[in-house]
């Protein structure tokens, strides 16, 4: 079946450091693959995604490439601040499926 | 657009007690998903419907219901609360595209936590 794996939490990281965020995921054939934000006390936003192979997603200086060879999908961000503390979570979508199938999130701290 | 709401935000229920969870969306999507969040299982899918007037069972479904009411409102419903149901419910929905599966995009509500005794 599919699935999605993610590195523990909490990553504490100080304020302009260099964030990377393990995902790897279990599918067949070419899923989706998703990067959700869930902030305190609100609902998952998406942050970006990628299509296919090699496709980059980015969105507020995040980025992750989809690396079909390494069946990962890493989110980094060059210079972390107290905002993004939050829980990512890393999700896919088999094509022709409705319902996402997401990792079990990591929780981000950012201290300043 | 006020997007997906859910009420409400927090209950408390007994083992035993029945109770529904409301969501309506405002963005003429015609898919909608319930949720539940486990610590340290991510969110797994409970049931959906992907258009109104029909509904399919998840990851999931034992112990709930659901009520696609009409395009906007998608409801699930506890009909006898266990501890194990002790959750965060998340709602969401997204597009249809033109050839009948959805888009890419789920857009969430905020939550509702739910505490059973």
């Known amino acids: 079946g599919n699935s999605v794996t993610q590195m523990e939490g909490p990553v504490t990281l100080s304020e302009e450091a260099f964030l990377t965020i393990n995902c790897t995921y279990t599918a067949t054939g070419y899923p989706s693959l998703f990067w959700y934000v869930q902030y305190p006390g609100e609902g998952l936003q998406l942050l970006l995604k990628?299509?296919?192979?090699?496709d980059k997603g980015s969105n507020k200086g995040f980025e992750a490439t989809y690396r079909k060879e390494t069946t990962s999908f890493h989110l980094e961000k060059g210079s972390v601040q107290v905002s993004d503390s939050a829980v990512y979570f890393c999700a896919l979508r088999k094509k022709g499926r409705r319902a996402l199938t997401f990792g079990s999130g990591t929780r981000l701290q950012v201290q300043p | 657009n006020a997007g997906v709401t859910q009420t409400p935000k927090f209950q408390v229920l007994k083992t035993g007690q029945s109770m529904t969870l409301q969501c309506a969306q405002d963005m003429n999507h015609n898919s909608m998903y319930w949720y539940r969040q486990d610590p340290g299982m991510g969110l797994r899918l409970i049931y959906y419907?992907?258009?109104?007037?029909?509904?399919d069972k998840g990851e999931v479904p034992n112990g709930y219901n659901v009520s696609r009411l009409n395009k906007r409102e998608f409801s699930l419903r506890l009909e006898s609360a266990a501890p194990s149901q002790t959750s965060v419910y998340f709602c969401?929905?997204?597009?249809?595209?033109?050839?009948?599966?959805?888009?890419?995009?789920?857009?969430f509500g905020p939550g509702t936590r739910l505490t059973v005794l």
């Open positions: 419907s992907a258009s109104e007037g029909t509904t």
């Open positions: 969401a929905s997204s597009e249809t595209g033109t050839q009948g599966w959805s888009t890419d995009t789920q857009y």
């Open positions: 990628a299509t296919k192979a090699d």
